[in-house]
């Protein structure tokens, strides 16, 4: 069941505030209602309210409301007042309403379009330029670094004036044992002998046993009540209509579900296992040889019966230098090159940064004998 509400209205011209909208004239100033905006109190048109929220809204009693109608105020063509819906005259210069040719609506509309317009036309504000920052110095700097280390990567670090204290030499031959060893699996693999088997557990199998019953806690929305808000919507003639609407409320119930979970139980499951024995090569020991001297030889073995020689052999060459400061340090080199190297001799050692190759080389940085970190 729609009301009707009283509206207000304020006079552009005096600006006396708060005037009823049943009222057609300025009570201040005289001036007959024509562009004014209505609205009700303590809120704009069109709003929604709570049951709670309507305590300052004045009702028009039934008798007030049917002499304001529901229809909004045409406009004098002559003189641009309002007048009622139900005035066939102009109250104010007597014009006839047949040659009125907007109402309070049409006004309000074609005023808000001329506002947008108005505000459309202002100038919008500059954006800021922003300064494009030059790329130039960052890109410079990165050429600068990239130079600067294939420079560096390009250069070495070159000992000189060393001289050589001594030569090394290393052989070893691995060799290996043929031993019987006692193991247990589930088969025998190829050279295995059975010495006895039994069963035993491999695995357990999760197996289905039986299914059990939980509670499980669940909630879900239910319609508690509904309740009652409020529209207003503007008449155009100085009063408002009032629709009650109503909605759901709901709240939140909880409750508890018996749900039901299998259970698993593990079963072992048997199998054969076997012990064994098995002849395996296995590593045991090496020959070694080693010397001060260019006299490389590789060592006796001395095999046993149940040995053999396996690979991989090992040999490795080496020479000491020290430097002025008498700094020492051990160097690599291949059979062939190690053997041209004697104790005493003098030699410049470089290091390129960038590949770490080391060489020996010549008062003309030629490249001699290439040589390893030990
Ligand atoms: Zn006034
Ligand atoms: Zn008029």
Not at 163 to 177: D, H, Y
Not at 272 to 287: H, L, M, P, V
């Amino acid at each position: 069941m729609s009301r009707t509400v009283m509206g207000y209205w304020d006079c552009p011209v005096c600006g006396s505030k708060g005037i009823a909208g049943n009222v057609m004239n300025c009570p201040s100033c005289g001036r007959a209602r024509g562009d004014v905006q209505f609205y009700m109190k303590d809120g704009a048109e069109n709003s929604t309210r709570e049951e709670n929220e309507r305590g300052d809204i004045e009702y028009l009693n039934e008798e007030q409301a049917k002499e304001i109608g529901k229809n909004p105020d045409w406009y004098c063509s002559f003189c641009n007042s309002l007048n009622k819906d139900h005035a066939a005259f102009c109250t104010n210069c007597g014009a006839s309403r047949e040659s009125s040719e907007s109402n309070y609506f049409d006004q309000l509309n074609k005023r808000k379009a001329a506002e947008a317009a108005e505000k459309a036309a202002q100038p919008q504000p500059q954006a800021q330029q922003v300064k494009k920052k030059s790329r130039l110095p960052l890109l410079l700097i990165i050429l600068a670094v990239i130079v600067g280390l294939v420079v560096y990567m390009n250069g070495s670090n070159t000992q000189g004036d060393l001289r050589v204290t001594g030569v090394n030499w290393s052989r070893s031959i691995p060799i290996e044992q043929n031993i019987e060893y006692t193991e247990s699996d589930w088969s025998i693999p190829a050279g295995g002998t059975e010495v006895s088997h039994r069963q035993e557990i491999q695995r357990y199998d999760q197996v289905l046993d039986h299914y059990e019953d939980y509670e499980v806690q669940k909630s879900r929305q239910v319609l508690d009540h509904y309740e009652t808000y409020y529209t207003y919507s503007d008449n155009g003639n100085g009063s408002f209509t009032e629709v009650p609407h109503e909605r759901a409320v709901y709240r939140t119930e909880y409750y508890t579900e018996t749900e039901s979970r299998p259970v698993y139980v593990p079963v072992p499951r048997y199998a054969t296992k076997y012990t064994y024995t098995i002849w395996r090569w296995t590593r045991t020991r090496e020959a070694t040889a080693a010397g001060n001297d260019h006299d490389a030889y590789w060592p006796e073995t001395n095999l046993a019966a149940d040995e053999r020689e396996t690979t991989p052999r090992a040999e490795k060459y080496t020479f000491t230098v020290v430097d002025e400061k008498d700094a020492r340090r051990t160097w690599r080199a291949t059979e062939e090159d190690w053997r041209k190297i004697n104790e005493g001799d003098r030699m410049t050692i470089t290091t390129q940064r960038g590949s770490g190759e080391s060489w020996i080389v010549d008062e003309k940085g030629n490249h001699l004998i290439r040589v390893y970190s030990n």
